[in-house]
């Protein structure tokens, strides 16, 4: 049984920082791969980054998060961060881990499993 549990999610000032985590179990990440994603109120759920493992490790972000997100993992203990820096309140919402399974990671709606996720505010 495929489980991902977010956690790390708060109330930062903007241009502050957060590290979201990923914790999966279930899974191989070298069949996978994994994303985060993120939601506001009344918006649709937007891709935030991608890291595919079957495919080497390659890592993809969404435009409004280029240059001050990063992906990263801890095969070893089957972990995903999100490193948020520059935090603005348009960061505001909540931010889902996904799998796709050899997939790209980057579109919600092919994703195989989907965390809870945790909420993240920006104050201004």
């Known amino acids: 049984q495929v489980q991902l549990v977010e956690s790390g999610g708060g109330l930062v000032q903007a241009g502050g920082s957060l590290r979201l985590s990923c914790a999966a179990s279930?899974?191989?990440?070298?069949?996978?791969?994994m994303g985060w994603f993120r939601q506001a109120p009344g918006k649709e759920r937007e891709f935030v980054a991608a890291?595919?493992?079957?495919?080497?490790?390659?890592?993809y972000y969404g435009d409004s998060v280029k240059g001050r997100f990063t992906i990263s993992s801890d095969n070893a203990k089957n972990m995903v961060y999100l490193q948020m820096n520059s935090l603005k309140p348009e960061d505001t919402a909540v931010y889902y881990c996904?799998?796709?399974?050899?997939?790209?990671?980057?579109?919600?709606?092919?994703?195989?499993?989907w965390g809870k996720g945790t909420l993240v505010t920006v104050s201004s």
């Open positions: 279930g899974l191989t990440f070298s069949n996978y791969a």
């Open positions: 996904a799998a796709d399974r050899y997939g790209l990671g980057n579109d919600y709606r092919n994703m195989d499993y």
């Open positions: 890291i595919i493992y079957w495919s080497g490790g390659n890592t």
